[in-house]
């Protein structure tokens, strides 16, 4: 079992085609795979996708740059320079490229439609198909405590809170949760600033990780900024938990035997 904990930046970057890598480039249907392959995940009970209040609430917030990758694409609809440098070295009769034309803003057309399909699918996905964690009144008072502490991720005078409510009522959550041997969890946020340190972009800050293991050591979290990449180092180490404990039990069975 996979645990996954999307910061609401990675929604909006799943609603905008920018979650494939870290390149910032807007991709044109690579989101509508992923968002299906998070789907399958679930209906399989491979993972378990957790949101809460907070994360609900910036993405209503802020669900107008959900909207950027599709303000991109009518861009190019009124910009006519993709013909341009064709028309000037082309033979091609007028007939032909106006013909070329249309085709091309008809694809741009479809393209924007299933984009606004989809920032409904994501929406729907993370308001329907996520567990969404409680933030107690405990948890509010430990993170008030942690900021006047300037622990981390209060370590860079920025107003946090949100950062770590969401990250800190996750582990609490999963700290409830009996910890089976084969279930890791990652949490997922491009807001390194917040998260890590300076030394190190893809690891928690060592501020968080004492936390951690002082607070929630049964809870095994990685943190990584780029989506595709936690789930597929997630399904690998999988995998190596599943093979090893294979192993651990087939031996257990031959020792029996004697």
Not at 33 to 50: A, P
Not at 101 to 118: A, F, P
Request: glycine share 2%; net charge neutral; charged share 25%.
């Amino acid at each position: 079992m996979i645990y996954l904990i999307f910061d609401t930046n990675i929604w909006l970057y799943l609603a905008n085609g920018l979650c494939i890598d870290e390149t910032n480039k807007f991709y044109d249907k690579e989101h509508f795979c992923f968002l299906n392959k998070l789907k399958t995940l679930k209906k399989d009970n491979d993972v378990v996708i957790l949101t809460n209040e907070i994360i609900l609430k910036e993405w209503e917030r802020n669900k107008s740059t959900a909207y950027l990758n599709i303000k991109k694409l009518k861009n190019k609809l009124n910009n006519n320079n993709h013909l341009s440098d064709y028309q000037k070295y082309s033979s091609d009769s007028k007939q032909n490229i106006d013909v070329m034309n249309r085709n091309y803003r008809k694809g741009i057309n479809e393209l924007i439609d299933l984009n606004k399909q989809h920032i409904l699918n994501v929406e729907y996905f993370l308001r329907n198909e996520c567990e969404i964690v409680k933030i107690t009144s405990e948890m509010k008072v430990k993170i008030f405590e942690m900021s006047i502490s300037k622990y981390a991720p209060f370590h860079n005078n920025k107003n946090n809170i949100a950062d770590a409510a969401i990250l800190f009522s996750s582990l609490a959550y999963l700290n409830e949760k009996p910890w089976i041997t084969e279930t890791v969890s990652f949490f997922v946020s491009n807001n390194f600033v917040e998260y890590t340190d300076s030394e190190n972009q893809k690891k928690f800050h060592p501020g968080i990780l004492k936390q951690i293991e002082e607070n929630y050591p049964e809870v095994g979290i990685e943190y990584h900024r780029i989506l595709p990449k936690a789930l597929e180092f997630g399904k690998n180490v999988l995998q190596e938990m599943q093979m090893f404990y294979a192993k651990e039990l087939e031996h257990s069975r031959g020792d029996k035997l004697y």
